[in-house]
């Protein structure tokens, strides 16, 4: 219902007399794709796009998240970070082999995943906020296909020059200069797939739809002020016509080829680079700027006739920033009381309980023993609330208070056995009782008490 709500035709496209014409005409076909029909048949060939170059302030975005993205991408894994002589440098890492993931300060064990899925879930309603504030932006600046597609357009001006003659190129024979020119796009993503991953592989399309409202800023042509278009003239007058002179440089600078004019559709990344066509045509006709730009659907039902408020804070975005400081306080406090040693105790359960030749019980436990810290831990272990017990671990036997060394950033595991006596096993009465397993940090002292079971005849 969202969906069908914020793609309501009757409020997008354009109208010669202020009501919206809807046809289900199919949309006009690119600039750049040659004459012919199909012949009836539902496949239509691929036609690639050559996207003029756009000047203006959003294009000058784009170069900036470019520069940061791909610097991040490239300059990260540079960094440094001392994490000590037992552990990697590398300030960002995903280390398979050990699998843990570092970052920073921060290290996340596979035990710990949670932490990921945290992440995921903020940076997922953070793309709800913003979507949902002013439409794909996303997609638009900072997708990383829409990085890698930029760059390779970037390269592809470089060796052939602009659209036209990168159009030129593309019909001329191949040879040496067509090998030589071309033959540095041929990466899957960014040279060959490009707007087809934006089209057809990536999910988003057809999810942000239900993110959208009345007061969401998407990039619109303002068809009530460039209707009717048409070609126009030094010296004519604007009277009885739109500004909209019908050049199709909006389409021309589209990274996916569409027309903004026609309305909302899929296949717009929100990049803006037809705002900055449109402007520049609009600065030399002396017409004011703006005619595509973004706006929200409740501007666009008044017509010029006032200006509605941009919405901000309304019921969607609250509930999307509410999630967001939910999520990141339950993750903040997890973090800040994160253990630097988790201990888990596992029980024998085959057999439950072995006797002794002196008429003993003796239990099995296998403890196992993470250590957090960058540095070796010597790690004492007793036991309380088990009158008459006997602590032994696999490998200590002749220690009376065994401790044993797990080392840095590591996980160790240890076999331990409770024995006890005759006596102590009659004052149980058979039935099973809960005692304590205490781990103590040799060096300083502090306690970890794990409960344990212990199970008698």
């Not at 942000?208 to 409202?213: E, S």
């Amino acid at each position: 219902m969202l969906i069908a709500e914020s793609l309501r035709p009757e409020h997008f496209g354009h109208a010669r007399t202020g009501a919206v014409e809807i046809t289900d005409a199919p949309l006009p076909r690119q600039a750049n794709e040659p004459p012919g029909d199909s012949g009836g048949s539902l496949y239509a060939p691929h036609v690639k796009i050559y996207p003029k170059r756009a000047h203006g302030s959003f294009r000058t975005a784009k170069w900036i998240v470019m520069a940061v993205t791909l610097g991040i991408y490239y300059l990260v894994p540079w960094i440094r970070w001392d994490r000590g002589s037992y552990l990697p440098d590398q300030a960002v890492l995903i280390d398979f082999p050990a699998r843990r993931f570092y970052f920073f300060f921060l290290e996340i064990w596979p035990q710990e995943f949670y932490y990921i899925t945290g992440l995921l879930v903020l940076a997922s309603l953070a793309l709800f906020l913003v979507t949902s504030v002013a439409g794909r932006v996303w997609c638009g600046y900072t997708c990383p296909q829409t990085v890698w597609t930029d760059l390779m357009i970037a390269v592809e001006r470089f060796f052939q020059g602009d659209r036209n003659q990168r159009l030129k190129l593309a019909k001329a024979p191949w040879s040496v200069n067509t090998l030589s020119r071309r033959g540095a796009t041929t990466y899957v993503l960014g040279g060959l797939a490009r707007e087809q991953v934006c089209i057809y592989m990536c999910p988003w399309p057809r999810i942000q739809g239900a993110m959208f409202d009345r007061d969401s800023l998407l990039i619109t042509y303002r068809g009530w002020r460039g209707e009717p278009r048409g070609p126009h003239k030094a010296g004519q007058s604007w009277e009885g016509r739109g500004d909209c002179i019908d050049c199709k440089q909006c389409i021309a600078v589209c990274p996916t080829g569409i027309d903004i004019r026609n309305g909302p559709q899929l296949e717009c990344i929100q990049c803006a680079l037809c705002i900055d066509a449109c402007d520049e045509i609009m600065t030399k006709v002396e017409r004011p700027r703006g005619l595509i730009a973004y706006d929200t659907e409740s501007n666009l039902a008044a017509a010029g006739r006032e200006t509605v408020p941009i919405k901000l804070i309304r019921p969607r975005t609250i509930l999307y920033a509410g999630a967001m400081a939910v999520v990141s306080a339950i993750m903040l406090t997890a973090l800040l009381l994160r253990p630097d040693l988790d201990v888990n105790v596992l029980r024998d359960r085959n057999p439950l309980f072995v006797k002794l030749s002196d008429g003993g019980v003796r239990n099995g436990y296998t403890i196992k023993l993470m250590n957090k810290l960058y540095a070796p831990r010597a790690l004492s272990l007793s036991l309380e609330g088990l009158p008459g017990a006997k602590l032994s671990v696999v490998g200590l036997e002749n220690e009376i208070n065994p401790s044993v060394t797990v080392p840095p950033d590591e996980l160790k595991s240890i076999r331990l056995y409770v024995n006890l006596d005759k006596q102590a096993v009659a004052a149980l009465g058979g039935v099973s009782t809960s005692f304590d397993i205490v781990i103590a940090d040799v060096a300083t002292g502090e306690r970890m008490e794990h409960s344990a079971i212990f199970q008698g005849p």
